[in-house]
């Protein structure tokens, strides 16, 4: 039987309205370690706006899209987030959440320690049809299918 493929978790916010100290404390001493200890979560990283530094977008590379219907996961999402994870996420303006299945090549991470870039590109093409050249070319990145409303 073929390994399900990877799956890839993107969660953005606009935390303007929370003091950026502890935005980062938060992110980098609860949110994404709690995140690591869930088996399954390959991959954490967290990309800063360019031209907006108070614009996070997060990735998280998953073993597949079952580890967010896990236990461990559910344990420390939704409604049970940490006192302190429910306080600064609801003072942030939520910009995008989406879960996607990985369809080339299925099973790659991400390089750790991660990439310099980070570049979202989103083709409405048919999972599986011919495309065309220019976009023939991102079958060497990986691609990735959204499987949930993006909002």
């Given at each position: 039987m073929a390994e399900k493929p990877m799956g890839l978790l993107v969660a953005g916010f606009n935390f303007a309205t929370v003091q950026e100290d502890e935005f980062n404390d938060w992110y980098d001493t609860e949110h994404i370690p709690e995140r690591r200890r869930v088996p399954g979560f390959v991959n954490c990283e967290r990309w800063v706006g360019a031209e907006d530094p108070r614009i996070s977008l997060a990735t998280y590379d998953l073993g597949s899209l079952e580890v967010l219907s896990t236990r461990a996961y559910r344990a420390i999402a939704g409604d049970n987030l940490s006192p302190w994870?429910?306080?600064?996420?609801?003072?942030?303006?939520?910009?995008?959440?989406?879960?996607?299945?990985?369809?080339?090549?299925?099973?790659?991470?991400?390089?750790?320690?991660?990439?310099?870039a980070l570049l979202i590109v989103a083709l409405n093409v048919e999972p599986g049809a011919d495309?065309?050249?220019?976009?023939?070319?991102?079958?060497?990145?990986?691609?990735?299918?959204?499987?949930t409303p993006a909002w």
């Amino acid at each position: 039987m073929a390994e399900k493929p990877m799956g890839l978790l993107v969660a953005g916010f606009n935390f303007a309205t929370v003091q950026e100290d502890e935005f980062n404390d938060w992110y980098d001493t609860e949110h994404i370690p709690e995140r690591r200890r869930v088996p399954g979560f390959v991959n954490c990283e967290r990309w800063v706006g360019a031209e907006d530094p108070r614009i996070s977008l997060a990735t998280y590379d998953l073993g597949s899209l079952e580890v967010l219907s896990t236990r461990a996961y559910r344990a420390i999402a939704g409604d049970n987030l940490s006192p302190w994870s429910k306080r600064v996420v609801g003072r942030c303006r939520r910009i995008c959440r989406f879960e996607a299945e990985q369809l080339n090549p299925g099973r790659l991470a991400a390089p750790a320690p991660g990439a310099g870039a980070l570049l979202i590109v989103a083709l409405n093409v048919e999972p599986g049809a011919d495309a065309d050249p220019a976009a023939a070319r991102l079958a060497s990145l990986r691609c990735f299918a959204v499987t949930t409303p993006a909002w």
